[in-house]
């Protein structure tokens, strides 16, 4: 039996007990590395904490497509690995803030993916358990807001067993044109 399937066979009150403990070791995990981390669908900023008064100079960090190597110079790197999947390094960006720790920003190659971790050695995350910024209709174009409203629409139709708007549009224009056209007869025609 695998861990999805014994996880599956849990109450509502185990499954969420079960959770709270994943969360919590994950949370513990996560406060041990030696750097902080952030990601949306699109990118991933991470802020790693160096001594006050470090500037750019004192520094060295290599970003390149499945790496990362950020360090003070003289020193073993406070981070170096193979990253969890690969990046634009045209844009991706590092800085200095406050002289007391080094943002990085990296731009995922694959805009649609959540990342498990930041170097792949290191502990990962469940990505299933993500939340994304809730991000509000309100705030989208017209277009894309119509985009998804259509997409949300038609998925609830699928889930339900419905005709989805495409299909609706079809139903609606056959409706007109056999009112238009009563002479023909439509019994046993197939639509696709």
Known sequence: MSAEDDYNNLS???REVRDKEVRLREQEEQAA?????????G????????????RGKDLLVIIEKKKLSVGLKGNEPIMAGELCKEIKIEDSTWTVQDNKAVL??????NQQAWWENVLTHHPKIDTRKIEPTNSKLSDLDNETRGMVEKMM???QQKQLGRPTSDELKKMEALKKFQAAHPELDFSNAKIS
């Open 12 to 14: 509502a009150e185990e």
């Open 43 to 54: 990118e991933v900023d991470v802020t790693i904490p160096v001594p006050q008064g470090t």
């Open 104 to 109: 990085i920003h990296l731009e995922k190659l």
């Open 153 to 155: 629409f038609d998925n």
């Open 33 to 41: 590395l030696p750097y902080s981390w952030t990601q949306e669908l």
